[in-house]
């Protein structure tokens, strides 16, 4: 069984570009959710893809979108970056919409410049 | 609005000795709560989770404590050891939004 895999593992940006974030989900889970964490804090929630669908976001402004894949992968898009973007993305599966457990990928660091 | 408030945000501890983090949450549509312990240059793993209709749960050297009513819990680490210093961040699901929302977490440091 493949954990959750995330690419690129670091990436540098500036100011004003755009930047997407891949994963790949656990075998058999179609329910993927990003997260933001900076440095010190939690993770904070930006939004969930059930069957390809965005199913709730969080505060985050519409520069962040996402996409899910028929083959349950996803993509996070963040447009116009900014320096407080600046952090380790996260992406968790789950085995259903409603599913309370979630298995976490080892992140994307990503630094704006 | 931080619906999740954690401490202590750093704990030191003895090998062998008990640690305890402590959680406060707002909202009482979360109806799951779990613990995750993350290690440098990791994503978060899943250590221990509890339901609110459930005071206690135990798994080996874990155990979570919820007050539903203080809406307060907490996880306990018995018998500490250096191999369990990482950051611990406890979570509060609202499982029918799928949304999660985590504490900002604690960094356990065990002496040998």
């Known amino acids: 069984e493949t954990g959750v895999t995330q690419s690129p593992t670091h990436l540098i940006k500036t100011r004003g570009q755009q930047v997407t974030l891949r994963c790949s989900s656990q075998?058999?889970?179609?329910?993927v959710s990003w997260y933001q964490q900076a440095l010190g804090q939690g993770p904070q929630f930006i939004f969930q893809?059930?069957?390809?669908?965005?199913?709730g976001r969080g505060n985050f402004p519409p520069r962040f979108s996402g996409l899910q894949f028929p083959n349950y992968s996803s993509e996070l898009n963040v447009n116009a970056l900014e320096l407080d973007d600046s952090a380790l993305y996260l992406c968790?599966?789950?085995?259903?919409?409603?599913?309370?457990?979630?298995?976490f990928g080892p992140g994307t660091r990503l630094l704006v410049l | 609005q931080q619906q999740v408030k954690q401490s202590p945000q750093s704990l030191i501890v003895q090998k062998g000795g008990i640690s305890i983090i402590n959680c406060a949450y707002e909202n009482t549509a979360f109806d799951y709560f779990p613990w995750y312990q993350q290690f440098p240059g990791k994503g978060p793993a899943l250590l221990i989770a509890i339901r609110p209709d459930v005071s206690e749960k135990k798994e080996g050297r874990f155990t979570i404590s919820f007050n539903k009513s203080a809406k307060q819990f907490s996880l306990h680490i018995m018998d500490s050891q250096p191999g369990d210093s990482a950051t611990y961040f406890c979570?509060?699901?609202?499982?029918?939004?799928?949304?999660?929302?985590f504490g900002d977490g604690t960094t356990l440091t065990v002496k040998p």
């Open positions: 968790a599966s789950s085995p259903g919409q409603y599913s309370e457990t979630q298995y």
């Open positions: 893809y059930y069957r390809e669908e965005e199913n």
């Open positions: 979570a509060a699901t609202d499982t029918n939004a799928g949304k999660s929302t």
């Open positions: 075998s058999g889970h179609n329910t």
